[in-house]
């Protein structure tokens, strides 16, 4: 193999992997909090959210990351008939659905629910709005029973139920797994990049995904040697290393506004690495970043490498010093999305 096949079969990787999109279709009650959810799983601000019911109009999903998020309209009204509703936004085109409510179900919902569910799709029955369940002498516990047996009571069948708050965030950690859960392959590795972090575990998956991006940016970047680094006698390519610095940011959900909110934070060790993940923003950022490690003696085990990126590939140094930047930039995105995450946590116990 030449190191132009090894170049070709990693971009062919990458290419598949970024050509997959993640579809979910969010129905339910106006007004229930399906646009909250959809801001709450991806962790950005995507979604419209309105006081009124039923603000939602538009006919464009949302997308982020490689996630495709529609909150569709009401169902059943003089605008959306029921009869015509499934083939009009293509009901059928979606990987799961969610059910969303948040209080007790009309008749029009659970008949949609239940058509809904006949689709042989994976269909998730969110119960948003959890942080205003309350009754007087019933625990948390009881009261989710009570729900999941009226639902089946209802519906006729057991549907599988997540209880969720967007004003705290409780339960859309256990609601994003499930929907990873009814995914395959690569649509779940693609929900794994798109999707917000509200777990240490989910996180950790994150970490992994992050190492496997820079394993393939970086034999890309290192074949593409067009960029000289002053001083080392090594060229790279700047630009594909920059691509894979911000999908590392996204994938963490750093992006500039959260960047700027949690930089008050003060922290010693995430102050450090926030301001080394806003440095390497930059071409100039990058290639200090690069001349460090090209500073340091690399010694890479090319043979656990050449399975990813080729025999060739991972023998170079320029892969070798871009291996290690870019394991330096995934641990420190890592390590701010961690405190981000923690703060989170604490406003939620
Ligand atoms: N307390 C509480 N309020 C919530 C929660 N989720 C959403 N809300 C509030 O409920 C209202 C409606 O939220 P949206 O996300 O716009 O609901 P929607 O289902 O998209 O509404 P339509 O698109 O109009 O059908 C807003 O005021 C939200 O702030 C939650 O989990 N807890
Ligand atoms: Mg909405």
Known sequence: MSILDELNRIRQELEAYDSVEVKVALFGTPGSGKSSLINALVGQHVAKIGVENDVTSAEQPYRWNGLSLRDLPGFDTEKFPIETYFERFKVEEYDILLCVFDNKLRTAELDFFKAVEQLDKPCLFVRNKWDTAWQPGKSQEELKQETVDNLVAQLGFAPQVYFTSCKTNEGVD????????????AKKERWLEGAQAHSEHFLELKHKLCMRLVHLYSGIAAANSVNPIPGVDVAVDVGVISDLFRRVRNTYGLSPDILSHYRQL??????????NILNYATRDGIISLLKRFASEKVVEDAAKYAPVVGQIIAASLGFAIIQRAGRSFVNDCHTVAEAILQDELKYRS
């Open 174 to 185: 256990e609601l994003s797994s499930a929907i990873m859960d009814c995914l395959h392959d």
């Open 266 to 275: 003060g922290i010693p060790v995430v102050a450090q690495a926030m301001n």
